[in-house]
């Protein structure tokens, strides 16, 4: 997929753009992912670094090692993360899907550390949804 793509952090305070080329979209079941961004698995759209640009409240990133190889910058007033850098993928930028305007558009091709996929996540379909929260 290629294009120009837009996002923000959930206070709108930071706001970035892609332009180019989006290299995969993919689920991370990793521990570390899970925990830090409070899910059973996480959602990224991954691009040449080159391609990722905040656009504004540059000042507003705060940055967390993840890991000794893994960062994640979000934003300080609302706590929502932006992107991601790891040191074993230099030339690319991790971008949650959560993130983007018109998440939709981006369908996770690949599963990554699989070996840590909570066991139910494979059977979320099979039970029951609601549209709009919880039924009363």
């Not at 332009?19 to 991370?28: F, Q, Y």
């Amino acid at each position: 997929m290629e294009g120009q793509f837009s996002g923000t952090c959930h206070c709108g305070r930071v706001a970035f753009t892609i332009n180019g080329k989006v290299l995969n979209v993919v689920n991370c079941h990793c521990s570390i992912c899970r925990r830090a961004n409070g899910g059973a698995f996480s959602s990224f759209v991954v691009v040449p670094e080159e391609a990722f640009e905040v656009v504004k409240g540059q000042d507003l990133l705060t940055r967390y090692a993840m890991s000794d190889k893994g960062e994640k910058h979000f934003c300080r007033v609302c706590g929502a993360p932006v992107f991601n850098r790891n040191k074993l993928y230099p030339k690319v930028t991790v971008v949650p899907l959560g993130c983007l305007d018109g998440p939709e558009q981006f369908i996770p091709k690949v599963n990554i550390f699989c070996e840590r996929m909570l066991p139910w996540v494979a059977f979320a379909k099979e039970i029951t949804c609601y549209e709009k929260g919880l039924a009363k």
